[in-house]
């Protein structure tokens, strides 16, 4: 005998109560996800994810107060395996590579909600990650496989023209562990050779920096 689906529970947090009425009217569409809890700032969804533990969050980022990137961060101190999606109108790299840095596991623009927040939800929930099609020309893309931060670093500085050798020294670990970090970087990103992977990278506005 079969058993019903549980439903993804979602945590919507966006200081805009019409967005939060579309998205909750796309869920309710779908027998697979359900709406579990609102927010409307930063701080309330902290406090609300920490009552709920919903599966994925939808988190604006700019509202008043906390702001959604710090919201992000706080939420993934105190769970680890908390999965987020940012929303936000703006697609510049620094700001994807800063939500990343925050331990969200996607980044969708508002424009995009319409058509990819169902299967992006699926697709955190799932364990894969979600990031902006205007940084990958044009193309949706869910990576199974993100880059650690270490990884990150091998590849920010072979951006900058070091040789391994000299990405050891500038990170204090060894040239061989230098060689084994790029040759998981090249099949992650199923890359060709390190000058694709930092092509890859910089597409996908991996190599900005940010400070939180």
Known sequence: MMTAQTPIRVMIVDDHPLLREGLLAMLDKVPDIALVAEANSGEEAVARYNEVRPDVTLMDLRMPGLGGLNAIAAIRRARPNARLIALSTYAGGSLVNAVHKAGASGYLLKSMLAENVLDSIRAVHRGRGVWPSELLGGQMFFNKDNLSFRELDVVRHAAGGLSNRE??????????????????ILTKLNANDRTHAVTICLQRGLLDTWEL
């Open 167 to 184: 990405i050891g020294e500038a990170l204090g670990i060894s040239e061989e562990t230098v060689k084994s970090y790029m040759r998981t």
